[in-house]
């Protein structure tokens, strides 16, 4: 069953209401109620990795509230104003988890798809997994998280095209669930939330992937199928690396002509190890920020791939690594103060018009007609689906940590809380403190083209695995997957 949270304040709290919505005006993603354009400052939030997410046993990343207050008051410490959330179970209860992290000042961007089968494109053969109940699924995410405040974007698609093999049939697929994405947003939400593509950053497909993604079917800029935003998985600035080097100067060449945000939806090489995180500085600096919106760094917790931040153990404590203070102290050589608080420019890009010409990879598709919505589905995109899950900020009576954290001298951080920021007010680097150390003895630790690589994930880790779904006849368009 689907949950409609209504909790009861206790001694006196209120509903906090830290952050404003953001809306995309142009290439740029802007403050609704200050006019400044915004950067991503973003943690990949995904904790077990796949396994995080157990419908069976009703688990996801944002289920458990005293492990979102843990999390939300070290990524506060840290400076992260958004998180990435890649599994989420629409059935669950999201309430408090989203309160906590719009409380700290951070947005979440989430996808609408999961590794399980049926709940996700397949790259394979996508017309067998574009069906009515998979669709349902997706809406049923947007309804979940549409009324938080926080939600800044939802991924209709997360790496489905990694080679030219790959891009031979997905690309109208992958359009025509954003489409659909964005007509339920639109028909059923009570403000226009973003709908795009995390990419790989595969060169040989990257450029081709982002134009058929942001241009324009007839020339019409509103054709619903087209991207509100784009963003890509890039891990080519490896150690202590350069602007040039890393090629992160391809990239900003290549999308400077973007008509929608783009922006790093996971970054962060870990090779060599530990990590120095020195591409902070050159992302949130003048040779980018006119372009890029940001990122998001891949990932939060330690996994079996080794790009976490954070060993989450499971009795809910935590050992700091090394690569979070490093990463800290990096966030902290740049003055966001600066850097949120430009206004944006209102400039509006012209989004290239849908034709083949525009596609220039041998074998990469370039037929921009699209397929119809399956059967039953127009009429949910119209009508809603039924049931639907209910979001909602409540209130939060205590934002103390109970959990035990140390650092990765085995110190233990004590007074750990998340703090409630103000009305309108994003989480910065260097400005959130909420707990001080004290001496403890505990344990301490630490493709193709591709510039080198799109992200760590593909098969194993947090981001939508690619498995061809599975058509059940039972899959009806009333039913919402539970």
Known sequence: MFFNSALVALGGATLAAAVNPLEVQGNQFVDSKTGNAFQIVGMAYQIGGSAGYDPSHGKDPLSNADICKRDAALMQELGANSIRVYNLDPNLNH?????????????????????????????????????????????AIVEAF???????????????????????????????????????????????????????????????????????????????????????????????????????????????????????????????????????????????????????????????????????????????LSDFATLQSQYKKVDFSKVQNVKATGAKVTAPECKASLIKEDGFNNNFTLPVPPPGAQELIDDGISPKPVGQIVEITDYTVNHVVKNADGTTLSNLAVKPLSEGEINTPGTTSSSSSTSSSGSSDSTENAAPTSGPQGALSAAVMIIPAIVALSMTAGFTLI
């Open 146 to 320: 549409k009324s938080y405040p926080n939600t800044l974007a939802f991924f209709s698609g997360n790496e489905v095209i990694q080679s030219v093999d790959s891009a031979k049939f997905v690309p109208p697929y992958v359009r025509a669930v954003t489409r659909d994405l964005k007509n339920y947003v639109k028909n059923h939400a009570d403000r226009a939330i973003p709908v795009g593509y995390s990419a790989a950053d595969v060169r040989s497909v990257l450029e081709d992937t982002w134009n058929y993604f942001q241009c324009a079917i007839d020339g019409d800029e509103n054709d619903m199928s087209r991207a509100d935003i784009f963003a890509l998985n890039s891990y080519s600035w490896c150690g202590d690396s350069s602007f040039e080097e890393s090629g992160y100067n391809t990239l900003v060449d290549l999308f400077k002509t973007s008509s929608v945000p783009v922006f790093y939806s996971e970054f962060g090489c870990n090779t060599p190890s530990p990590r120095v995180f020195t591409e902070i500085e050159t992302i949130y600096s003048d040779k980018m920020t006119g372009v890029f919106s940001g990122g998001v760094v891949y990932e939060y917790a330690q996994e079996a791939n080794n790009y976490g931040l954070a060993e989450c153990n499971d009795d809910g404590t935590v050992n700091l």
């Open 95 to 139: 309430d408090e988890c989203a309160s906590i992290f719009n409380a700290a000042g951070m947005y979440m961007i989430i996808d609408v798809n999961s590794p399980l089968v049926g709940e996700s494109l397949g790259s394979d053969k996508p017309w067998e997994s574009y069906y009515t109940a998979y669709l349902n699924r997706t809406f």
